[in-house]
């Protein structure tokens, strides 16, 4: 009797387990969870679908926008924070876009500000969002990632002042 109760039990443990599984998994929908009373345009955390891909992009440093310049000067690659940062974002969507993907599309992002020596030495943590919001959080494009930022002491190149890993979403279904 008690072996065909326990029997009895963990089957049905598992069927609801099963059932539990199979109305999470399936639906297709990244969801994106804000923290609660902020406006601040990043996601709290970002959860995927067990029915998705998810891409990662290796990190991206600021492309050559003024051939003039020399390599080693700032202004090469956009200048400032912003400048870089604009022109990384921009970057990145191209790339996203060669993949079948966008910016709406991105969950994950990591952040490397190098000190600005017109900023007294620190990062331009400003500049940075100055850039990132002309792509993300805005009426055209309103989906965030989860985001960090960090100061570090330097890049390959010293006139480098970003670089920007992301980690994107393919849906395995089309969208409805």
């Known amino acids: 009797m008690l072996k065909t109760a326990t029997t009895a039990a963990l ?4 069927v609801l387990l099963t059932g539990c599984a199979a109305t999470t998994s399936g639906s297709g929908d990244v969801l994106r969870y804000r923290t609660p009373g902020s406006t601040f345009p990043i996601a709290a955390a970002v959860e995927i679908p067990t029915d998705a891909r998810t891409v990662y992009l290796s990190g991206k440093v600021p492309p050559v926008v003024d051939k003039s310049k020399p390599a080693t000067d700032p202004a090469a ?9 604009v022109a990384i974002l921009k970057g990145l969507e191209e790339q996203l876009k060669s993949m079948n993907l966008g910016m709406s599309d991105v969950v994950k992002m990591q952040v490397f500000l190098v000190a600005d020596p017109a900023k007294g030495n ?10 990132y919001t002309q792509f993300f959080g805005t009426a055209a494009q309103p989906n965030l990632p989860a985001r ?5 002491a330097a890049l390959a190149n010293p ?10 979403v393919r849906a395995t279904k089309p969208v409805k």
């Open 11 to 14: 089957l049905g443990t598992a």
């Open 148 to 152: 960090s930022a960090f100061q570090i």
């Open 122 to 131: 620190k990062m331009d943590f400003a500049g940075f969002m100055r850039g």
């Open 77 to 85: 690659y956009g200048g400032d924070t912003e400048g870089q940062t």
């Open 159 to 168: 006139a480098w002042y970003v670089e920007i890993e992301v980690v994107a």
